[in-house]
């Protein structure tokens, strides 16, 4: 089980750090990821992290504005995002897989495990 937290409302040029906590099953060679899904668009992919060794991949339009990051004593994912955009309100989801190829690491349909989701807001 996903469950995501940490959205909310903040001004553009804010940040703000979303997590994701698992529970009932170990991450050891789990793939990680986020996507987020605005109103009336199809869900995209923001970046996803290895669960053994940390390595991460992020959308290209994203970079350097998106970080993720885990902590495995806390079977937790972060998503630290800064300098928020209007555009980047949406409803921010993480995802887990076993098996995801990495060719398909930005594909939903790669992900057997979801969160709730998150909301977040920036305000322009």
């Known amino acids: 089980q996903l469950q995501a937290s940490g959205g909310g409302l903040v001004q553009a040029g804010g940040s703000l750090r979303l997590s994701c906590a698992a529970s009932g099953r170990t991450l050891s060679g789990y793939k990680m990821a986020w996507f987020r899904q605005a109103p009336g668009k199809e869900r995209e992919f923001c970046g996803g992290?290895?669960?053994?060794?940390?390595?991460?991949t992020y959308a290209n339009s994203l970079k350097g504005r998106f970080t993720m990051s885990r902590d495995i004593t806390k079977n937790t994912m972060y998503l630290e995002m800064s300098s928020l955009k209007p555009e980047d309100t949406a409803v921010y989801y993480c995802a887990a897989s076993s098996s995801v190829i990495h060719s398909q690491i930005g594909v939903p349909s790669s992900y057997a495990y979801w969160g709730q989701g998150t909301l977040v807001t920036v305000s322009s």
């Open positions: 992290i290895r669960w053994s060794g940390g390595i991460t």
